[in-house]
């Protein structure tokens, strides 16, 4: 900071050279020089008054500059309009005394030395930090745009000083440093104003005003009527609704990291202007104050009354911290005007060739957003409740991404900007879950690290107030945080520099902006999803049930009642549908929210979670293969229940469900994998069936590769957990339709049993389980009494439960494996037994069970959604991966052929007449094959009707 001879000999330079501020007074404090009010200043008072000489421009370094680096130098247009010039000139004035450019009267200096060796030496933006500093903005947005900006800076510095090399006339060379450059950046930066307002002339002019007048002589004549520019409640309009891009703002700093600089016509605009006095005052958001620029100079006016002695402020307009901390070094605690930004790239999406990239560029979307919060642009306190706000461009650009090619075909094809409002309820979730995916992506990177962060500010101990995620400190918080750690802290304890309390008022904010945005999106993901949560619509089963599933229904109800959990569920059929389903009790009472209708333990399910428990032999066999997904472990297992069948014990239900699965009359299991050749050929030869056809075979293609890489090597190497004559090709088709048909995700971990005590890590049954018990969701079979089918709005959902109390394990001591054994063959004992234990443990500790989310009345079918979070499932996926069909799905899509997005006229007609031409060739006799098809092409003929 300047010292006080250096501060007063600024001050006399000002008057006399005519500035004027009769009601300021200067003090020094913890932020350098400031201004206060030296009496009562009354509101619409001129409070500063500078000359026009006293203004220091860019014009000065073209003048002065151009004809040196002109010689040297093609790019110096370029060099102008970043301002690099400027900070050679201002170096050369601060530091090069004997041969100033702008020299005073006596020549002994320069001009504008009083008021450059005024200005800090050092500055505290995130250019100027130490690397540990730096560490603060690790995942931020700013980390990478200040090692760019400092490679751009670094290279103009570099160039600079080969211009100087060849052409320096002032001798400016021996004065050019790195951190001397980096100063005079930095000074304009964080001080200068827009030169088109200060200097007077307007946006359209093309070549600016005249040059610099010299030193004493009489200014030169602007416009008579002068710039005037007020600041007041709001400093600027709040972005347009639905546009991403920057906030503008009146005073010049650099843009929040990712941002594209707003495109100027006139390269003068991009320019700034120092103006000493004006830029003293500190910044204070909402301050009411108005700046003037006339032919003579330059004045700052306050529009609102300042008591004796109160800090008079500037208003540097509502910017981002971001913006504050990179233009100006500072941020703002519980900024409101914060913002967070987010760039889409999605360039398979949006490339220029693509249907979405064609809609992207007509209806102007932008791919830079910021997300912000909902009382920005207020003034007063904030209300009591404040959350995120996502930016409507943001919305309706996801809204385009994430729309499907019918939704692009019709619904974005139409006049007006079809993105403006939700296009559908599938659209606008995926949209919400889509965007929390990605914010809560932003927000790990955020907060990933290595601990070296939290080391460093760990030595601070910095309070909860500023560095608890998620909080945004009030402005009393950090006032007090100042006083701690500056006037009150005693010596020998380490403090935080100023850039320390920035950086993690900075990271703060961000963390809160994400927090509550990530919030947001799940609260509108669920809201979309209730909304959608009314009765399912489907018609009452028929009361007739073939009797072969009584037997099924029967070992349900007994795993419930083993499970402590009385089973509600019972069988009914359908006449559209050729699968006996699975109903609330018809003879019972309804259920409630919250109700658990099912239950069975965890020992009675097929999970491969548990698989060490329940097959050990099996689990050691499978461990010598790589690369297993878990719903081929689930194939696998199927296939090694169903070859030991005939030796479960009695009443296991593993037994009349497996049964069920095999059933051909009517069948459980439908998916196209189980279909005759015939059926899937005569499927593929129809063109409306072709959107169905090429994922069923690509999905046979997959199984049968998967299959020739596992057989015959695991019937070889071990025959005695798959026998060759269970693991067929045809078995193994089985059991992928069984998996994907009636395998339910259940949420993930699995319960893990209390370690023994005493117990090794190795010795613990704890760690018997495996290691996907760990993951999000777990494939699961449950011994239901029938199908249970999908639907997108499906009543039921599973969940782990532990029985409370849990039992404890028998924690006595095995008795220890006879001497005359080997290692080996010890190890495996021990092994078995603990296994055995843990068995025990999960057959008495921990169910499954399955419960309703919203009323459901006696004999109403129970359906599941099967979609992956954020992800539906039209008829096409629900066919091919399930064999059933979703009356009225509103998910599904129809296919056009080969027609462009969006489609010419006549193509929708034509499509509809090919699907009723391939309704009426399929045969009546067509079994379950042909009836699915025809349900899936009424469903196409009816979403195409719609659509004209």
Known sequence: MASREAFDEFVDWLRSNGALFPSIEFRFGTFGWSGHAAADIPADSVLVSVPRKLILSHLHAQQYLDPIFKQEMAAVQTWRAS??????????????????????????????????????????????????ERGLLTGTNLAPAVEEFQSQLRAAYNNVRKALDKSD?????????????????????????????????????????????????????????????????????????????????????EGAAGAERPKEANEEQIQGCLCPLIDVFNHKRATR??????GSGFRFETNAAIPAGAEVCNNYASKSNEEFLLGYGFCLPGNPDDTFSIKLGMTDRLGAATARGRLFKAHRMERIHYLGWSHAYQT??????????????LKQALRLCLANEFEVAFQCSGPGNPFAAPLNERNEEAVWRALGRLLADRLQRFQRGDGALEAYLHQFALPPAVAAPGSIPSRAAYERLWATYYLERPEAQPRPSANVLWGVVYRTGQTALLTSAIAQAARQ???????????????????????????????????GHAAGVHSRLAVGMRAECPVPVTVLDPAGPPAQAGDVVFGCRAADA?????????????????????????????????????????????????????????QADPPLLTGPLLWPQQARDALGAAAPMAPLATPIAKQQRALRQLYVQLFPALCENFPEVFPEDAFSWEAFCWAAAATATCGCPLPGPVPRPPRAAGADDDESPAHEADDEGDADEQ???????????????????????LVTPPPALDDQPAAPAAPSKSKKARAREMARRRVARLLRWY???????????????????????????????????????????????????????????????????AALARVQQAQSAIPTQAGVPGLLASQWLAEQAQILKEAL
């Open 83 to 132: 301002g690099v010039l400027f900070y050679t000139f201002l170096v050369n004035e601060r530091y090069n005394r004997e041969h100033p450019l702008y020299p005073n009267d006596a020549g002994n200096d320069s001009f504008f030395g009083p008021y450059l060796r005024v200005l800090p030496s050092e500055y505290a933006t995130p250019l100027w930090w130490t690397e540990e």
């Open 169 to 253: 006339p002032t001798g400016l060379l021996a004065h050019m440093t790195w951190e001397r450059f980096l100063w005079a950046h930095t000074a304009c930066t964080s001080r200068q104003f827009p030169a088109y307002l200060v200097l007077g002339w307007g946006k359209d002019h093309k070549n600016g005003p005249p040059p610099p007048a010299a030193p004493g002589a009489e200014p030169v004549a602007a416009e008579a009527a002068g710039t005037r520019r007020i600041m007041g409640q709001f400093e600027v309009a709040p972005p347009a609704a639905g546009r991403g891009g920057d906030r503008e703002g009146e005073r010049e700093g």
């Open 289 to 294: 104050i108005t700046w003037v620029a006339t």
């Open 380 to 393: 007063g306190p904030a209300p009591a409740e404040v959350h995120a706000t996502v930016p409507e461009g």
């Open 525 to 559: 993901a669920r809201a979309i999803r209730a909304a959608a949560a009314v009765p399912l619509g489907l018609p009452a089963p028929a009361a007739a049930v073939p009797p072969q599933w009584g037997p099924l229904a029967a070992a349900c109800r007994a795993v």
């Open 606 to 662: 097929i999970c491969p979670a548990l698989l060490g428990a329940l097959a050990p032999a099996f689990q050691e066999a499978i461990d010598q293969v790589d690369g297993l997904e878990m719903d081929n472990l689930m194939q696998l297992v199927l296939l090694h229940l169903r070859s030991r069948a005939a030796a479960l014990p009695a009443g296991s239900p593993q037994g009349p469900w497996l049964a069920a699965l095999q």
């Open 779 to 801: 494939p699961c079979l449950l011994p239901w009494p029938a199908r249970i089918r999908h639907h997108s709005r499906g009543q039921c959902r599973l969940r782990w439960a």
């Open 843 to 909: 057959g008495e500790a921990v169910r499954v069970e399955v419960l309703v989310d919203r009323p459901v009345g006696p004999g109403e079918e129970l359906c599941l959604n099967y979609a992956a979070p954020g992800e539906a499932l039209d008829n096409v996926a629900l066919m091919a991966q399930r064999g059933e069909v979703l009356p009225a799905n509103p998910w599904d899509t129809a296919f056009l052929g080969a027609a462009p997005a969006p489609p010419p006229p006549g193509a929708v007609e």
